[in-house]
Structure formats: structure tokens, C-alpha cells
């Protein structure tokens, strides 16, 4: 009897360890959204237009789940708003009218977790009040989620189980094998320690293996990125005091955006232009990363000793030396990249790279400015094609858009992604 038990534990033993199979890899595959990695696909893709407490060109977005009957009719009018709008919708048309008929442009490159992903980000970034601070929870309704929340936690509980289920039944197998031997009179050989199993050995170095496989890839891949970088600055200069609330146009410091390929550090006289009669701070509080306040005056007054310009006599009094700001946005020395290309002719803003700029006391690294990250934008970023005659040569594409084949041009169809374009 124990014989035939272990022999059927045995033959089912490998479906028992198929069903855990089967069980971990759907919960494996099911990906939450990524707030997170939304945010930076909305910067890149729909902050031109769109705010998610604000009307711009673009509706705000906070609750627009809820504003559409369909989830899938709400990816197709992502996708491709000129086939909803065909297809009679109701609330396409009222929209399309409310915005005098401003069709919204097309974001085929963007797959369904993508937009699922930015989805997330408007819902967490919706439950917020527009001044940045989340509102609280109304009729016992849970708050949201945090950004970059996932189910890893729940994937590896489910995991550790099932991987205690099938060592059980391993160990029941052999006690029913040894059973079946002491009631048959046979010998049963003492087992291998655990340290001198080569089955187990091996096991042990492949799963090493692959799991110092994976963290020196993921090491290799980063080498030489520095996303969230924040130095610090020999003056606390805030972008959000000057660009924000002042509303100081970006162009108006850093001048040769829309003219070179560098964006350029403003020279000292750029400062002093308005801080030889702003003399003293008189803003919000101002605050660093570690929650240090800041004396705005005082830095101020560290602007004034580089330059050498004694505030009381009016008058530049002694020599002045250059601020040794630390550069933050670095790129490989065997990377292309235009800021008047992409300023002038690509129409780009620049929280599109530098993320909130606008909101930043201290500027940190937005994107991790990777090629990956910079394929996908041209991938999906729509170039200005209609009345341009830089692009007249591309008379197929004209062709398209004139038959209804296409109704936008990418970056990538003009070229965008030929290795030449970015690499010397």
C-alpha cells in the first residue's frame, strides 16, 4: 500500500510543482500601474496640453476615467482620436466641439500599460489639492495609492508559499518511500546532508547565478546615469521662486536654448540686472531637500560678493570672481544633443526633459536621460510636418497624411531614430 501511494505521489508530484507554476506566473505578469513611471510619460507627452487640476489647451484630466463610458474607448481616443470621433461617440464630439475643434493629436506609440501608467499618475496626482497637498479621504473612502505602489509584496508572499507547499511534498515523498521499503525489508540508504546534494548544490549556484546576473545587468544598464542628482550650489538659487512665482521666462537666463546647442549657465550680470534693486528677500519660506530653511537675503547678499557690487554705495567696489555652479544635466561625450533643435524646431518645452522646473527649489535630474528614454520620445513626439517646408522632401508621408493613411508624423518616421542623428 505505501508502495503504490509513493508511486502515485510521485507521478503527480511534477503536476503538484506545474499547478504552483501555473498559479505564480499569471500573479507574475499582472503588472500594477506605475504612477511613477506616469508621471514622466505625461511630462513627456501631455503636460503641453493638458494639467490635472487646470483647463490649458486641454481639458484637466483629474477624474477623465470617470468622464468616459469606456476604458477601451478611452486608449483608442489616446490612440487615435480622429477614429473615435468617426465612430459617432458622443462624448468625443461634445468635446471635440467644446475645444473649437482642436482634435486632439494621436499617440499610437504609446502602448496600453503606458497609458494605463499616466492614468495612474492623474489618479494619484487627482486626489490631491491643487496646491500639492493630498485632501483627505471623504465617506470613509481609502486614500490613494502612493506613487510607484505595486503587488512585488504580494507576488513574493504567494511565491514563499508555494515554495514551502512543494518542499512538504518533496519531504513526503521520501518518508512514504522510506515506509514503503522498512514494510517491504528493504534497506533504505541514509539521505545526503543538504551541503553534499549536487542536486541541491546546483540549484542553490544557478539561482545565485541568475540573481547576481540580474544585479550586475541592472548595475552595467544605470552606469553613468545620475536621475534625481541634486548637488548642492554655492548660492541656494530657487527655479520656483524665479520661474514660478515671478513667471521669469527660462529664455531669458538661459539664452542660448532657442539659439545653440547649449542652453547656458546666465552669466553673473543676468543676476544682477534685477538683484541691484531686489536687495532683499521678501518670498515664501524657503527650504532645502533636508528641510533646512534658508535665509533668502543672505543669499542674495553671497551674489553680491561674487560679483564684487557693494549694495549701499550702488557700486561694483571690488573684483569679481565667476560662481562655480556644479552641473547637474550631463551627457556621454559621444551623445548629439541640440537645445535649439529641439526648442525652435521641435516646439519642446522644457519641463518635457527638466520635469517641473517651475516647481523646484533646488533642481534635481528629472529623467535619467538614458537612450531608451530618449527613443521613446521621438517615437512619440509629433513634429510640426504640415506647411514645413524643411520637410518637403518626404513626399510619401505627405502623401498619407493627404489620403487619411496617417493623420500626424512622428519623429521617428522623419528620422529621429537613425544612430547618426545622436551619436558622433
Known amino acids: 500500500m505505501y508502495r503504490r501511494v509513493s508511486i502515485l505521489l510521485r507521478k503527480h508530484f511534477v503536476s503538484v510543482l506545474i499547478l504552483c507554476a501555473s498559479i505564480v506566473i499569471p500573479f507574475s505578469s499582472v503588472k500594477a500601474a506605475d504612477s511613477a513611471k506616469g508621471k514622466a510619460l505625461f511630462q513627456t507627452n501631455c503636460a503641453s496640453c493638458h494639467n490635472v487640476h487646470k483647463k490649458l489647451t486641454g481639458p484637466a ?26 465612430s459617432g461617440d458622443k462624448y468625443a464630439n461634445q468635446l471635440f466641439a467644446e475645444y473649437n475643434k482642436q482634435q486632439m493629436p494621436s499617440f499610437a506609440g504609446l502602448s496600453d500599460a503606458d497609458i494605463d501608467d499616466i492614468l495612474e499618475y492623474i489618479k494619484v496626482e487627482g486626489a490631491k489639492a491643487p496646491g500639492g497637498n493630498k485632501t483627505a479621504p471623504t465617506d470613509g473612502a481609502p486614500a490613494a495609492k502612493e506613487e510607484g505602489g505595486d503587488n512585488s509584496l504580494l507576488f513574493g508572499i504567494i511565491t514563499l508559499v508555494l515554495a514551502v507547499v512543494a518542499l512538504i511534498l518533496m519531504q513526503i515523498n521520501s518518508n512514504l518511500n522510506k515506509l514503503a521499503n522498512d514494510k517491504e525489508g528493504q534497506a533504505t540508504p541514509e539521505p ?10 546546483a540549484l542553490i549556484s544557478l539561482v545565485l547565478f541568475m540573481v547576481g546576473g540580474y544585479f550586475l545587468i541592472n548595475g552595467a544598464i544605470n552606469l553613468g546615469r545620475q536621475k534625481d542628482y541634486m548637488p548642492e550650489q554655492p548660492i541656494f538659487y530657487s527655479h520656483k521662486v524665479h520661474a514660478g512665482i515671478n513667471q521669469i521666462s527660462c529664455l531669458y537666463c538661459h539664452a542660448g536654448a532657442e539659439k545653440s546647442k547649449h542652453a547656458m549657465i546666465p552669466s553673473e550680470n543676468i543676476c544682477m540686472n534685477c538683484h541691484k534693486a531686489i536687495k532683499e528677500y521678501s518670498g515664501p519660506e524657503l527650504v532645502t531637500a ?3 530653511k534658508v535665509n533668502g537675503t543672505a543669499e542674495i547678499a553671497k551674489l553680491y560678493d561674487y560679483v ?22 550631463n551627457l556621454p561625450d559621444h ?23 517651475t516647481e523646484m527649489d533646488e533642481v534635481h535630474q528629472f529623467a535619467d536621460l ?5 527613443i521613446n520620445c521621438h517615437r512619440t513626439t509629433q513634429v510640426q510636418f504640415a506647411d514645413n517646408n524643411y520637410y518637403s522632401i518626404f513626399e510619401k508621408l505627405h502623401q498619407q497624411v493627404k489620403e487619411g493613411k496617417i493623420d500626424s508624423v512622428t519623429v521617428e518616421m522623419v528620422g529621429g531614430t537613425d544612430c547618426q542623428k545622436c551619436h558622433y
Open 370 to 374: 538614458s537612450m531608451g528614454w530618449c
Open 192 to 201: 545526503v546532508p543538504f551541503y553534499r546534494n549536487k542536486a541541491y548544490l
Open 308 to 329: 564684487g557690487w557693494d549694495p549701499e554705495k550702488g557700486a561694483y567696489t571690488k573684483p569679481g570672481r565667476p560662481i562655480e555652479w556644479t552641473k547637474i544635466h
Open 290 to 292: 533636508e528641510g533646512k
Open 61 to 86: 484630466l483629474a477624474g477623465v476615467e470617470e468622464r468616459w463610458s469606456d476604458r477601451k474607448l478611452l486608449h483608442q481616443w489616446i490612440h487615435n482620436s480622429a477614429s473615435v470621433l468617426a
Open 335 to 357: 551623445v548629439y544633443f541640440n537645445h535649439s533643435q529641439h526648442v525652435v524646431a521641435g516646439k519642446q518645452q522644457c519641463q518635457t526633459c527638466h520635469g517641473a522646473i
